[in-house]
């Protein structure tokens, strides 16, 4: 594990909201949270079974996507890993909850045939304003980031700060007892005031069709679908335009509003995109642009002894007594299983608001010292390589994007550590699959404070 010392390399993400001038659009090359997935690769996208959750094989939706070039690599020049994950809070039950989510990672060569060569490149001048500063990549400045980010996203740290200051920022269950936001299965699940008056056998009529096929058009690009942003290969069967990547995101667009406007659109009345509703709302997570500094130094104090100096003085002060070194030994022993989750608190002191921790072949900021992935647990990559650690997903996301609930089951984890190819290979897919352990918090760390 890593030491609280060493954060060299370390990168943090943290949130800003996208305003009028943010683009997150593919051609910007974005990190993001939330939203439409940015995709790299525009042509082979992943399928919609690919895209499926493994426990209800319901369409998953974008958690987080971090674009991470490898720029001494030229097949991995462009290169973004994308995180996806379920919205049924079944999916997510504690102790496991891995097959809630899927990575994967998408990469192009500096000449490809989606973007200009110059595209991001290393010497374009306007490489600030077109395009995020490529994480792996602790060298570049980040002066002022601080005080930009805050500034621009004021509102929603003040509200974070002061739930931070009145309970443990990671019992999540503190956060919505007094906040009460809702979260996912608590949101306003018929999209609308049209849901009411929907029978459910008009939803089971409703008829997929098939887009067809582009085989002549090999530059052709897929059509999306309508709600997730995800690979659309269905379409309405009544209005044949706007297209869907499962029936169960046409049956939710439909409820939300597209019965009102597919007569129009069918007869060309209407544009696909001109419609006075958000096919999206109700499924997509809200969307905030990844911002990226490093990790500050911390600091200690010569001499300030640690804790488990503390911890050893106290218990050879208590060895004369039989009762007081059994008291001792408890002392010692939960002192030891909860050792990581007070590491993890302090470390991430200097920076609460820290949603993203980057750090390739570095090592993870762990909450517990249970669920730790053994070498094992993390499979090879299917080209025969290792896979290394490259960033996790912190617990205060959650509360940024309002998953935060009090009900049971509810979407939950301590950290999310995501793993991928050591060597970055190309295979024949344009979107590989790779690996995300989840550690849960343990329950002693959860137990409020006395």
């Known amino acids: 594990m890593e030491s609280a010392g060493n954060v060299k390399g370390v990168e943090l993400g943290f949130l800003e909201k996208p305003d009028a001038k943010t683009d997150l659009t593919s051609a910007h090359f974005p990190s993001k949270v939330g939203g439409k997935p940015a995709w790299l690769e525009l042509q082979q996208l992943p399928s919609p079974e690919q895209l499926a959750c493994s426990v209800c094989k319901k369409p998953m939706v974008l958690l987080i996507q971090l674009y991470a070039p490898m720029r001494k690599c030229p097949p991995s020049y462009h290169r973004t890993v994308y995180v996806f994950m379920c919205r049924d809070r079944a999916c997510h039950q504690r102790g496991g909850g891995r097959q809630a989510f899927k990575v994967l990672r998408s990469q192009l060569p500096q000449k490809n045939e989606f973007y200009e060569f110059t595209a991001c490149s290393d010497s374009d001048s306007d490489l600030d304003s077109n395009c995020p500063e490529p994480l792996g990549n602790p060298s570049r400045s980040q002066t002022g980031g601080s005080a930009r980010r805050r500034e621009s996203n004021e509102d929603v740290l003040k509200e974070f700060r002061e739930q931070m200051a009145s309970s443990s920022p990671f019992d999540v269950q503190a956060f919505s007892a007094k906040k009460q936001t809702g979260g996912v299965g608590d949101e306003d699940d018929s999209c609308g005031v049209l849901s009411s008056s929907i029978d459910d056998k008009m939803l089971d009529s409703l008829s997929f069709q098939m887009l067809p096929q582009q085989a002549s058009c090999d530059r052709c690009l897929p059509t999306l679908c309508s709600v997730c942003g995800a690979r659309g290969p269905k379409r309405c069967g009544k209005c044949k335009k706007v297209a869907y990547c499962s029936q169960e995101h046409q049956r939710h667009d439909w409820r939300n509003g597209h019965q009102l406007f597919c007569a129009d659109i069918a007869g060309g009345k209407r544009a696909e995109a001109d419609v006075d509703y958000v096919p999206s709302r109700g499924v997509l997570l809200l969307e905030f642009e990844v911002v990226t500094e ?157």
């Open 294 to 450: 490093e990790e500050p130094e911390v600091v200690t104090s010569p001499a300030e002894k640690s804790e488990e100096e503390k911890m050893e003085d106290f218990y050879r002060f208590t060895r004369s007594s039989s009762q007081r070194k059994k008291v001792a030994e408890q002392a010692k022993s939960e002192h030891t299983t909860d050792k990581s989750f007070r590491a993890f608190k302090k470390r991430i002191a200097i920076e609460p608001e820290q949603v993203v921790r980057y750090h390739r072949s570095g090592d993870p900021l762990l909450v517990s010292e249970e669920g730790i992935p053994l070498v094992s647990d993390i499979p090879m990559c299917d080209c025969g390589a290792a896979r290394v650690f490259e960033f996790q997903v912190m617990p205060q996301l959650l509360y940024f994007l309002k998953l935060d609930t009090v009900s049971s089951p509810s979407i939950d984890w301590g950290t999310l550590l995501v793993y991928t190819c050591s060597n970055s290979c190309n295979t024949k897919s344009d979107y590989v699959e790779e690996f995300l352990w989840k550690q849960d918090f343990s329950d002693s760390s959860r137990k409020p404070a006395k």
